[in-house]
């Protein structure tokens, strides 16, 4: 080959190198909210601060409910002001871990939601645990009132019939519904958020969502559509187990999203909580 072919052949493949680019980029996960986390400070909490910032950052997590027994561990995650993280704290009413079989009936814990609530920043009280009747309390009642008037929300682990007796206690509660019943059927899901506009529901631990190969369910799907502003999801890091599983649980959520309509899979991701906990 001739100088001047050679030299043809060369900027042909220059110009060919120029058209199609550096490689594409990876995208980026989708970025969660997690609107059920639980720091717990029983004496010390097993991960330590800046090992439970690192997982956020890793697993594009750019918001909390943070939440503790006992509310320490949230005022460290609110003061550590962490880069891109949003940090909305909830009052949790637990000092120890038998807290959660008393509280309903214990004036002692809405002493503590009273002075607790002075720090100035909550955003929410919760979560807490109620089963049936245990809702049916004058100390209940008195938390829900608390938390309409001072502009909270609630966090309910709690069965169908208890949710009803809060929002009876003060038709005005907000109420995140952690879990959102568990296993209750998809019909009844629908029907508590039909009847109630200010229920969101939140889903760590929720069963039925995916099929065993982890197709999203047809159930699931219509309930996402009909209801695209009204889920959050969560990791529930209760025991050292959960952070220890941290990024499948995200990685779990992020595969049934991908099967969703993008704009769906953004608000259930962090759109709504944003929109929930936007500065008022």
Not at 28 to 48: G, M, Q, R, S, V
Not at 112 to 138: M, N, P
Request: aromatic residues 12%; charged residues 25%.
């Amino acid at each position: 080959m001739s100088p001047r072919a050679m030299w043809a052949a060369g900027f042909a493949a220059v110009a060919w190198l120029a058209t199609i680019g550096p490689p594409a980029r990876a995208a980026e996960p989708i970025e969660i909210f997690d609107a059920h986390l639980h720091y717990n400070w029983e004496p010390t909490p097993t991960y330590k601060l800046d090992e439970v910032l690192a997982l956020f950052k890793k697993h594009r997590i750019t918001g909390i409910i943070a939440t503790s027994r006992p509310n320490a561990g949230t005022h460290v995650l609110v003061d550590a002001k962490a880069d891109g993280l949003e940090v909305v704290p909830f009052l949790r009413p637990y000092r120890v871990r038998a807290d959660i079989q008393t509280w309903f009936g214990d004036p002692a814990i809405f002493d503590l939601v009273q002075q607790e609530f002075k720090r100035g920043y909550y955003r929410g009280i919760g979560e807490f645990h109620l089963s049936g009747k245990a809702a049916d309390t004058e100390w209940v009642k008195k938390t829900v009132d608390f938390a309409v008037d001072h502009d909270l929300y609630l966090h309910a682990h709690a069965d169908q019939e208890a949710v009803e007796i809060l929002m009876r206690h003060n038709p005005r509660a907000r109420i995140i519904w952690a879990h959102t019943g568990f296993g209750l059927p998809t019909d009844r899901v629908a029907a508590m958020l039909g009847k109630y506009p200010n229920l969101w529901g939140e889903l760590s631990y929720r069963g039925g969502i995916v099929d065993g190969a982890g197709k999203l369910t047809a159930e699931w799907r219509a309930l996402f559509e009909r209801y695209p502003n009204r889920f959050l999801l969560g990791s529930d890091t209760w025991v050292p187990e959960r952070w220890a599983s941290y990024g499948d649980i995200m990685a779990a959520y992020r595969a049934w999203l991908d099967q969703l309509p993008p704009d769906i899979a953004a608000k259930i991701a962090h759109g709504n909580a944003r929109a929930l906990f936007a500065s008022r």
